[in-house]
């Protein structure tokens, strides 16, 4: 038996756990460079703001309606997101983290499941200031489809019981059932299936046929037949992606390099907290897309590495050299990143006779990731990055709320 929790409107709830002014006022937190909204407070959505609405088109509720904004503040999101997993863990046996908000939790064998829901609920609010709401189902589809249901009001919703599932199901819309997208649910409606229980009473063959297998298991698990485990552990990642839009376009070469090293020295340090090395290397620069009467391009590159390393200075060597004559003068670039492939244990890597099967200097790195996780991040670092500076390129954070938790010089003080 599932159970998901998730946090409601986590983003903005985060940020009101340490500003008591936001509390019962219309709040949006906004994408990086604070370019649209990515989360919405329920009096922001009864103003009409919409998921992913551009925010100079939202300066008309600012000024009328008092609508607060804030920059994507992840570090903070983060480190809260962290608490509730522990709380989580000290409750149930198995957990599965899905995403920074949600969290899948194995309730087989609990007889009062929706007293313990609610008192997850009560717990997880008392302990880190994060309302949510529990859904519970027999399978992880039934459960993420109870969580929705509980969003409406009731908090809690337990679909264990086929009776409960029935009334619910006949009434959901297939848009909201987890896995179907828009794409799948424009071709579902003409077919005439509208709601997850005509989803789950259609014809087997039909689906497998028209959607293939992906969606024939989302079937079997409205019709209760668990398909998708906990996944207690997460999976080795194939490759790690770390891009930035920039706050400014940027014409100077020698500052897109420094956003490119920058950004390597990122997704080399998810890599090794992972115990991975990459065997591939890539990175790719693009200009203003929603300026079209500006001069365009796109750069890419990407590569094979010889050997197999997570070392930070050669992958930023590697990055550095891909990048050279790929870049046009006069073209303002306006998002960068790198890319980390074929990713590996290396006690999984083939051996050579005659080289090492991984090159770089482990303590050196180890060391490096100490001092960052001790003192904080940009403590120390690469000359090459912008680790020590504030460059051009950084992103565009006008309402950035502090680092409350994961800022010695952001801790909030209790007043006498």
Not at 168 to 196: E, K, Y
Not at 247 to 266: C, K, N, P, W
Request: glycine residues 8%; hydrophobic residues 40%; positive net charge.
């Amino acid at each position: 038996m599932f159970a998901l929790i998730d946090g409601n409107n986590f983003y903005v709830s985060a940020e009101r756990v340490f500003s008591v002014k936001l509390r019962n006022v219309p709040t949006v937190v906004c994408s990086n460079n604070d370019g649209c909204a990515v989360a919405r407070s329920q009096e922001a959505k009864a103003l009409g703001v919409r998921m992913g609405q551009p925010l100079h088109e939202l300066k008309p509720l600012i000024r009328d309606h008092g609508l607060q904004v804030r920059s994507a503040n992840f570090a903070l999101y983060g480190d809260i997101s962290h608490r509730i997993v522990e709380i989580l863990r000290g409750e149930v046996p198995r957990l599965e983290v899905y995403s920074i908000d949600e969290n899948f939790c194995d309730v087989t064998g609990i007889r009062d499941r929706e007293a313990f829901a609610r008192h997850l609920r009560d717990k997880v609010l008392r302990w880190s200031g994060i309302p949510s709401c529990v859904g519970i189902g027999p399978t992880k589809t039934l459960a993420k489809l109870a969580n929705k249901a509980a969003k409406a009001g009731a908090g809690v919703v337990d679909l264990a019981e086929p009776e409960a599932q029935a009334r619910c199901l006949a009434t959901f819309p297939i848009a909201d059932v987890w896995g179907v997208g828009p794409r799948w649910s424009a071709r579902l409606t003409g077919m005439g299936i509208h709601t997850a229980a005509q989803l789950r009473d259609a014809p087997t063959d039909l689906v497998l046929k028209e959607f293939g297998v992906v969606l024939t298991r989302t079937q079997r698990e409205l019709q209760g037949h668990p398909c998708v485990e906990l996944e207690e552990v997460e999976p080795d990642r194939k490759q790690i992606v770390v891009s930035r839009s920039f706050g400014e376009r940027v014409t100077d070469h020698a500052a897109v390099a420094q956003a490119l090293a920058t950004f390597t020295v990122r997704a080399a340090e998810k890599m090794r907290r992972r115990g991975l090395v990459a065997a591939g290397v890539g990175f790719f620069a693009h200009s203003d897309v929603f300026r079209p009467e500006l001069p365009q391009h796109s750069a890419s590159r990407s590569v094979s590495l010889p050997t197999a390393t997570a070392d930070s200075r050669l992958l930023v060597g590697m990055v550095d050299r891909l990048m050279r004559g790929r870049l046009k003068e006069g073209i303002g670039y306006k998002k960068a990143g790198v890319v980390l492939m074929d990713l590996a244990r290396p006690e999984h890597l083939q051996g050579d006779l005659f080289a090492p099967a991984i090159v770089g200097n482990d303590k050196l790195m180890s060391t490096l990731d100490a001092i960052n996780a001790k003192f904080g991040r940009g403590t120390a670092g690469l000359g090459a990055t912008g680790w020590a500076k504030k460059p051009a390129w950084q992103m565009r954070q006008r309402n950035l709320s502090p680092c409350y938790t994961t800022r010695l010089s952001d801790i909030p003080r209790a007043m006498c």
